[in-house]
């Protein structure tokens, strides 16, 4: 079930800051994950439903090709970024970073049962911005900070579930320009600045995922290969 229009994420929900999505194995098509920040408190989970009417797994709170009403966590602070990716350890666990306004940025991970629990070792500590990108289980962090410097981080699964971050050798690239791009070349020009952000999906035989916040909240639009 393919987004041809551009769908609303959250509702009603008064969501701020960058949101994030990937393709999770959930469903029998491998269904997205949307990670967003709450404006006031906490983070919200939405997932969308990326089967076809005729699959076998029968999700009637979710029909194919819409997205859940949200889940509520990591109460108590205000964050204005999150990012998501779905790992290969657990099995099938779930990866967050999230970034408060006090420039910590934590780490969170999901797993069934629990649900979201956040590390005991954060990732970094005063930062601006950051991008999250995952591979066999390795999370890497491209790091802004707070005085302009940069950096990439890295943690291996030598001790998962937890996490330790250390410095590698890298250049760090924070901001999506080819999310960016797309989004012009498809017209769409109400973008808050640094928001945008493209993920890969095997939707339709390969989708690009674009996710950006305009000035009424999220927005969901797949573009086919």
Known sequence: MHSEIIIE???????AGRA???QGVYGTRGNLELVACDATDGLWVFWFNADDADDPLDTPEVPPGHWSAGLAFASGSRYRDAQIVQSTLGPDHLEVLALTDAGVLESWYWSPGPGFQRRG???AASVRRFRLAHRDGILTADVEREDGTT???ASGVEHYPQRIWAAVEGTAVVRDPRAEEMLRAHGIRDVVEGTARAARSTRDGGTTELTWRD????RHLGIRD
């Open 9 to 15: 994420v959250g509702g009603n929900r008064a969501l």
């Open 215 to 218: 000035r009424r909240g999220i």
């Open 151 to 153: 950096a990439v981080l």
């Open 121 to 123: 070792t954060d990732a």
């Open 20 to 22: 994030s999505l990937a």
